[in-house]
Antibody, heavy 123, light 110 residues
Framework: QITLKESGPTLVKPTQTLTLTCTFS??????????VGWIRQPPGKALEWLAL???????RYSPSLKSRLTVTKDTSKNQVVLTMTNLDPVDTATYYC???????????????WGQGTLVTVSS | QSVLTQPPSASGTPGQRVTISCSGS????????VNWYQQLPGAAPKLLIY???QRPSGVPDRFSGSKSGTSASLAISGLQSEDEADYYC???????????FGGGTKLTVL
C-alpha cells in the first residue's frame, strides 16, 4: 500500500525559504519507473505542477519556478525534500507530493497523493 | 493561466450524463496520454482516468475518458450526488518537459 505525507512549516515569512518533506512508504525511489512529484494549489485555484524527481535522479522543474526550486531525495529514509526560495504571499497554497508512475510508451500519471499541507506566506 | 483548457463549470441532474472537455496542443495532448483527477471538497486529488481511457481499480465504470487529436473528454454517466467535485485533466508537455494541468472544472449535481 502506497502512502505519502507532506510535512513542514505552516507559516513562512516573505523572502524566507520553504522546506517541505514528503515521507512515503510502499515503494522505493530506486525502482525503475518511479518518481515523486510536487504539486501545489492556491486556495480556490487550480493545481500547478512544481517539480519531479525520478528513480534515476533525473529531476524536472516548472520553467516558471525553476530558479527557486530544488528537489532532493534520501532513499534510505524514503523521503523527498522540496526547497523553494524567496517566498511571496502568492506562494500561499496547499502543497502536495504524489507518486509518479512511468510506463513504456510515454505513459505517466500521479496515482497516489499525499493529504497536502497548507503553507501560508505572511509577515 | 493553465496550459490545458477546461470549462470552469459543468452541471447535471442525478442520472444524467455529463462530459467535461480538455483542450491542449500538439506539445501535450496531441502526442501524450491524458489523465483525469477528481478532487472532492477538502480532499486531495484522486486519479480517476489514466492513459486516456483506463480506470484504476475501484473507479466505477460510470467514468470514462476519450482523446481525439489535441482534445480529451471525461464522461460521467448515471450522475450521482457524490460526483460533485472538481475535475482536472493532465498531460505531459514535451516543450515544458513536465506535466501540465487544466484549470479544473467544478461539477455541480443539481
Amino acid at each position: 500500500q502506497i502512502t505519502l505525507k507532506e510535512s513542514g512549516p505552516t507559516l513562512v515569512k516573505p523572502t524566507q525559504t520553504l522546506t517541505l518533506t514528503c515521507t512515503f512508504s510502499g515503494f522505493s525511489l530506486s525502482t525503475s519507473g518511479v518518481g515523486v512529484g510536487w504539486i501545489r494549489q492556491p486556495p480556490g485555484k487550480a493545481l500547478e505542477w512544481l517539480a519531479l524527481l525520478f528513480w534515476d535522479d533525473d529531476n524536472r522543474y516548472s520553467p516558471s519556478l525553476k530558479s527557486r526550486l530544488t528537489v532532493t531525495k534520501d532513499t534510505s529514509k524514503n523521503q523527498v525534500v522540496l526547497t523553494m526560495t524567496n517566498l511571496d504571499p502568492v506562494d500561499t497554497a496547499t502543497y502536495y507530493c504524489a507518486h509518479r508512475r512511468t510506463m513504456s510508451g510515454g505513459i505517466y500519471y500521479f496515482d497516489y497523493w499525499g493529504q497536502g499541507t497548507l503553507v501560508t506566506v505572511s509577515s | 493561466q493553465s496550459v490545458l483548457t477546461q470549462p470552469p463549470s459543468a452541471s447535471g441532474t442525478p442520472g444524467q450524463r455529463v462530459t467535461i472537455s480538455c483542450s491542449g496542443s500538439t506539445s501535450n495532448i496531441g502526442f501524450n496520454t491524458v489523465n483525469w483527477y477528481q478532487q472532492l471538497p477538502g480532499a486531495a486529488p484522486k486519479l480517476l482516468i489514466y492513459r486516456n481511457n483506463q480506470r484504476p481499480s475501484g473507479v466505477p465504470d460510470r467514468f470514462s475518458g476519450s482523446k481525439s487529436g489535441t482534445s480529451a473528454s471525461l464522461a460521467i454517466s448515471g450522475l450521482q450526488s457524490e460526483d460533485e467535485a472538481d475535475y482536472y485533466c493532465e498531460a505531459w508537455d514535451d516543450s515544458l518537459k513536465g506535466p501540465v494541468f487544466g484549470g479544473g472544472t467544478k461539477l455541480t449535481v443539481l
